[in-house]
Structure formats: structure tokens, C-alpha cells
């Protein structure tokens, strides 16, 4: 069982910053890519930003030069610093993981339950 616990979501003002944490736990073998995903009303789920296992990253165009996605030492964590948001920002954030357990020789792509993020004044 392999669960992914996300935070760090909440009301912001235009300009203003915050970070998400998502944190996985459970029979882990490896963990390949981990990213965020986010998906407003009434749109599609988006890729925001990834990160592989090497350190290798990819942003939506939107957010390059805002965000920064980064994995913490036990490379279990992944991280997303989101600086000078934007109303537009606004939408629940999902933490995604490629991730092959103890019990399986293959990797699956797990998600967070989704932290709301809402950029208002």
C-alpha cells in the first residue's frame, strides 16, 4: 500500500508565495518521477512541474521562472516553491508519484487526495 500525503495549500494574495510538501509512505521499492499536477473548475488536470529521480525537471510554460519543484534528501518528498502567484494559480493541486513497491516488480503512477490553492485579494 502506497499512500501520498500532500500540504502546505491555502488562501494567498497576488504576488504572494507558498510551498507544498507531499510526502510517500508505505512498502516502496523506488520511486521514479514525482511531480504536480493541478486542475481548476471546469478545466482539465494540468502538469504543473515533474522531477525524476535524477534531479532532471520539467515546468508547465506558464509557471517557468514562478515555481520550483525539488526532492528532499530521503527522495521521498518532492516539494513545490510557488512564488509571485497569480489568480490564475488558483486550483487544486494534485501530487503525482511513479512508483514500483515491494510487492511488484512494476512502477504505477499513484496521486495525492489534492491541496486547494486560491489566489484572491
Known amino acids: 500500500q502506497v499512500q501520498l500525503v500532500e500540504s502546505g495549500g491555502g488562501l494567498v494574495q497576488p504576488g504572494g508565495s507558498l510551498r507544498l510538501s507531499c510526502a510517500a509512505s508505505g512498502s516502496i521499492f523506488s520511486i521514479d518521477a514525482m511531480g504536480w499536477y493541478r486542475q481548476a473548475p471546469g478545466k482539465q488536470r494540468e502538469l504543473v512541474a515533474a522531477?525524476?529521480?535524477?534531479?532532471?525537471?520539467n515546468y508547465a510554460d506558464s509557471v517557468k521562472d514562478r515555481f520550483t519543484i525539488s526532492r528532499g534528501n530521503a527522495k521521498n518528498t518532492v516539494y513545490l516553491q510557488m512564488n509571485r502567484l497569480k489568480p490564475e494559480d488558483t486550483a487544486v493541486y494534485y501530487c503525482n508519484a511513479v512508483i514500483a513497491t515491494m510487492t511488484s516488480g512494476d512502477a504505477y503512477a499513484y496521486w495525492g487526495q489534492g491541496t486547494q490553492v486560491t489566489v484572491s485579494s
Open positions: 522531477i525524476t529521480s535524477g534531479g532532471s525537471t
